[in-house]
């Protein structure tokens, strides 16, 4: 299976549908994107609540590890994820970056980044991943 067969299967998936993250391949990296919806990702204060924003960070970061370990028929499923909320999101789009820092043969380790639209940082963090002997349709 090719990397963009990956990002249209997980763009495919319950979750991603739902809460309406969207994966593109920009380039060598791969980017989660989401329209805020008052209605569905908004806490009680008036802004996009901490889960949406770690959903787009783990994605992101998560997307650009595979992108490395499926070429192995592997996955990498998240095992920890460490977020730095720096400022709100209240309006608009927020989108996701990440890149795998270390890929080793049981963990990976990546960094990402989640901006606005005017490209503010609005969380960045860290990730742990195992990596598991079963491909994307296994």
């Not at 990976?108 to 195992?130: I, P, Q």
């Amino acid at each position: 299976m090719d990397f963009e067969e990956v990002v249209r299967l997980v763009g495919s998936a319950p979750w991603y549908r739902l809460i309406g993250m969207e994966p593109k391949i920009e380039g060598d990296k791969i980017i989660v994107e989401m329209n805020l919806d008052e209605s569905k990702h908004f806490q009680a204060l008036g802004m996009a609540h901490g889960g949406a924003i770690a959903s787009v960070l783990d994605s992101a970061i998560g997307l650009n590890v595979n992108r490395e370990v499926v070429k192995f028929g592997k996955t990498a499923v998240t095992a920890q994820l460490n977020i730095h909320y720096v400022r709100p999101a209240l309006e608009g789009k927020i989108i996701g970056i990440g890149r795998a820092l270390h890929i080793g043969s049981k963990v990976t380790v990546g960094y990402g980044e989640v901006r606005n639209e005017k490209g503010e940082l609005v969380a960045t963090g860290t990730a742990t991943f195992y990596i598991i002997d079963r491909g994307m349709r296994d």
